[in-house]
C-alpha cells in the first residue's frame, strides 16, 4: 500500500542478519529510520531513510518433530497455508494469500479461523528480532517474556523480525470435515435491504465454525453499490445451510456456494490483495451495528463514487469474526478482544490528488458508523490507523500504551523503528 509512500535515502535487499545488524547499527549512529518491508501491504513500508527490503527471504520450514512452522520475513500467508496443508495441518493465517505472515502477527491478526484459534498472536511460540543497537535476542514466553508480550500485537515498533516459529493445527479436526475442504458461500444483496441485513447482523448468533465477512461495493460497471457476504462454514453443508438461514431467507440476488479445499480458502480474496496503486485503510471497532449507521455508511460510498476519477474499486469491509476463543487468551498487549465488528473502509485509487478525498471518505464512514461522534468509545486497529489516534484508542489504556513506550525506550532509544 502506497498511501504514506516517502523516498527513501536508500533501499536495501538482504537475506541476512548479519547484514541487517550492520544497517541498523549505523541507522542508529548516524540517526536514520528505519522501516520493513516484507508482505509490502503496510502503510509502513515507506520511510525517508532506509527501507530493509527482505520481500525476498521467504523460506518456509515445516518441523515433523513438534508440527510447527518457522517462516522469514518475506513469507506470503497464502505460502505458509499451502505448506502446512501439504502435510494435512492448518494454520492461522490472514483473509489475503498475499499478506506478509510476519506483519500480520506482529499486528495482532485476524483471519478466516480466528473464531476456531483465536487471534494470530495466540498462535505464536517465538520470534527472532533484531534491536535498534544490532542485538539478536530470541523471544518466546519462555525467553526474554517481556519483549514477547510486546512483540505480539506491537512488534513493528521494536526492531527487525528475523525468524517466527507458530503452531498448526490437524486440517480436518479443526474444520470438522473429512477431506480437508470448507464449505464457501457468496451471497449478494441490494442496499435497498440495508434495514433488514442490519437487523439480521444485529442478533444473529455466529457460532465458532462460522467466519462472516461483508463487503460494501461498488459493481464493476457503475450501477448501484452492493452488499456481498463471504462466509466460510467449518462443517457439513448440511449444518452451514441451518446455521446460515437467516442470511438465505434474505433471498439474495446472486449466490454461490461450493466446498474449497483449505489450501485455497483465501483464493477468492486475491483481487483485494492486487499489488500496485493507492490503498487507504481505517480500522475501527464496533460493539453494534445500527441501520442509521449502515445507511450513512452507504450514502459515504455514494458520495465518493459521485467524484469519478478513478475512485471505483473503493468498498467497505466487515469481519464479523466471533472473538469467544480470543477473549480466553492474554498474549500480548493487544486490547480489543471484547470487539466482535472490525469495519475497515478501504479507498483504492491511483491519483496521489486523490489523497484528501480517501482520508475523508475512511472517517466518514467511521463517523456515521459510530452514529454521529467519531470519538465516542473509539477503537482502533494499530495496523490501520489514521495516525491522529490516542494512545487509548489504539492500546486500550494509557497504561498499556506507557509499557509499550517504556520497552521501545529500552530497545530503540533513538527511535529508529516505526513509533507506536
Known amino acids: 500500500m502506497n498511501y504514506a509512500l516517502t523516498t527513501p535515502k536508500a ?11 550492520i544497517v541498523v547499527r549505523f541507522a542508529t549512529v548516524n540517526n536514520l529510520r528505519v522501516s520493513v518491508r516484507g508482505g509490502g501491504h503496510s502503510v509502513f513500508n515507506s520511510c525517508d531513510g532506509i527501507i530493509l527490503d527482505l520481500a525476498g527471504w521467504d523460506e518456509i520450514v515445516y518441523d515433523r518433530d513438534d508440527d510447527t512452522v518457522r517462516f522469514r520475513p518475506g513469507a506470503l ?3 505458509v497455508v499451502k505448506v502446512a496443508g501439504e502435510r494435512g495441518r492448518c494454520v492461522m493465517s490472514g483473509t489475503c494469500n498475499t499478506v506478509g505472515m510476519t506483519s500480520l ?6 483471519g478466516p479461523l480466528a473464531p476456531k484459534l483465536g487471534m494470530a498472536i495466540d498462535s505464536l511460540l517465538s520470534a527472532r528480532l533484531i534491536t535498534a543497537s544490532g542485538e ?3 523471544v518466546s514466553p519462555e525467553s526474554n517474556p517481556e519483549v514477547f ?10 526492531g527487525v523480525v528475523t525468524e517466527m516459529r507458530i503452531k498448526t493445527y490437524p486440517v480436518n479436526e479443526t474444520l470438522n470435515t473429512a477431506d480437508e475442504t470448507v464449505f464457501f458461500t457468496s ?3 441490494p442496499t435497498s435491504r440495508a434495514v433488514e441485513i442490519t437487523n439480521l447482523l444485529s442478533s444473529a448468533k455466529w457460532d465458532e465454525n462460522t467466519a462472516v465477512y461483508l463487503m460494501l461495493v461498488s459493481p464493476p460497471e457503475a450501477g448501484a453499490p452492493l452488499f456481498i457476504f463471504s462466509v466460510n462454514y467449518y462443517g457439513s453443508d448440511e449444518d452451514a445451510k441451518r446455521v446460515l438461514k437467516g442470511l438465505y431467507d434474505l433471498k439474495p440476488i446472486a449466490e454461490a456456494t461450493k466446498r474449497v479445499p483449505y489450501a485455497q480458502m483465501n483464493d477468492n480474496n486475491n483481487d483485494s490483495g ?3 496503486e493507492f490503498k487507504r485503510m481505517i480500522g ?12 450513512g455508511m452507504v450514502e459515504a460510498l455514494e458520495n465518493l463514487l459521485a467524484v469519478g476519477d478513478d475512485l471505483g474499486k473503493s468498498y467497505v469491509l466487515f469481519e464479523l469474526l466471533g472473538m469467544d476463543v480470543a477473549r480466553k487468551s492474554s498474549v500480548g498487549v493487544y486490547p480489543h478482544r471484547d470487539i466482535d465488528i472490525w469495519c475497515i473502509p478501504i479507498t483504492w485509487y491511483s491519483r496521489p490528488e486523490n489523497h484528501a478525498v480517501a482520508d475523508k471518505f475512511g472517517r466518514d464512514v467511521c463517523k456515521a458508523l459510530k452514529g454521529g461522534d467519531v470519538s465516542e468509545d473509539k477503537v482502533v486497529y494499530a495496523a490501520f490507523r489514521a495516525g491522529d489516534e490516542k494512545p487509548e484508542e489504539l492500546w486500550g489504556s494509557k497504561e498499556t500504551a506507557e509499557k509499550i513506550g517504556e520497552m521501545k525506550a529500552k530497545l530503540d532509544p533513538k527511535g529508529v523503528f516505526l513509533k507506536f
Do not use: N
Request: glycine share 18%.
Open 105 to 110: 502477527y506482529l499486528g495482532g491478526g485476524f
Open 284 to 295: 475501527v471497532g464496533l460493539k453494534r451495528m445500527s441501520v442509521e449507521g449502515m445507511e
Open 187 to 189: 451471497l449478494t444483496f
Open 274 to 276: 492486487e499489488r500496485g
Open 149 to 158: 508480550h510486546i512483540l505480539a500485537s506491537a512488534g513493528q515498533t521494536l
Open 77 to 79: 500467508g497464502g505460502k
Open 11 to 21: 533501499v536495501v535487499k538482504t537475506t541476512s542478519e548479519s547484514d541487517i545488524q
Open 136 to 138: 539478536i535476542l530470541t
